[in-house]
């Protein structure tokens, strides 16, 4: 029912474990378009869920609290996976998606890539950052964006702006805060108003004292190994 589940389980599972994935999944900016393209989709409606032939349903903790209420009430056995905020969190899902799917060997290696993370870090002189995305919001300490940019040596100081998860500040609250580094988080190339703020002039003056880095928000919006990509990306 959610693209991180899809995510983890077009990872971990057989292609004949599958019997259905969220339409997200086929979304233009996903980086499981190709893998998913011939797998059924569903909306995650309660009737969809229903039809399907499944041992598990997975959904993660965002999803409609009443639509699986009910897909419990009509027997369905319905997984919820809390959204990784650590790589720690990420390991923790890989682990129980594999116990389910039969798969704790390929999960082992999948966790062995994300532990290479920590190798990535470095001192750095220059390390105020934030992370920037569409409207105005810049991620917290409590969000896996910034738990990756802090294990590669940034220091993100979204906690200067009150924010400790996600929180919505203007471009000069973001200039007062005095970054070193501004992350910014590209959800993609499309052009949209909420995404027109990380085209402001003012970024392409900063510049010139900033250190401005783009990170698509498929490569760390859930906790896999695709924070691989996010990491090589900012080192």
């Known amino acids: 029912m959610n693209l991180c589940t899809d995510r983890l389980v077009l990872a971990l599972a057989d292609p004949d474990q599958i019997r259905s994935l969220s339409f997200v999944a086929v979304d233009p900016n996903s980086m499981v378009k190709v893998a998913a393209k ?8 309660l009737e969809e869920m229903l039809a399907v032939d499944a041992d598990y ?4 903790e965002f999803d409609d609290p009443r639509t699986i209420e009910r897909l419990r009430l009509f027997g369905k056995d319905v997984r919820q996976f809390p959204a990784a905020r650590t790589i720690n969190d990420a390991k923790v899902n890989i682990q129980a998606m594999a116990e389910l ?5 390929l999960a082992e290696h999948l966790i062995q890539q994300l532990s290479k993370l920590v190798g990535f870090a470095k001192p750095r002189e220059k390390n105020r950052t934030i992370i920037l995305g569409a409207n105005n919001y810049i991620s917290g300490k409590n969000s896996l964006a910034s ?16 924010i400790s998860d996600y929180g919505q500040i203007s471009m000069e609250q973001a200039i007062d805060l005095r970054p070193d580094v501004i992350i910014v988080n590209k959800y993609s190339e499309d052009y949209s108003r909420a995404q027109a703020v990380l085209q402001h002039p003012v970024l392409k003056h900063l510049n010139q004292q900033v250190d401005i880095y783009y990170v698509p928000t498929k490569e760390w919006i859930c906790g896999d190994t695709a924070l691989l990509q996010a990491a090589n990306r900012l080192m």
């Open 57 to 60: 349903i997975f959904a993660s």
């Open 147 to 162: 738990h990756l940019v802090e294990t590669l040596g940034f220091k993100n100081i979204a906690a200067e702006a009150k």
């Open 38 to 45: 011939d797998i059924p989709l569903n909306h995650g409606r």
């Open 101 to 105: 799917m039969d798969q704790t060997e």
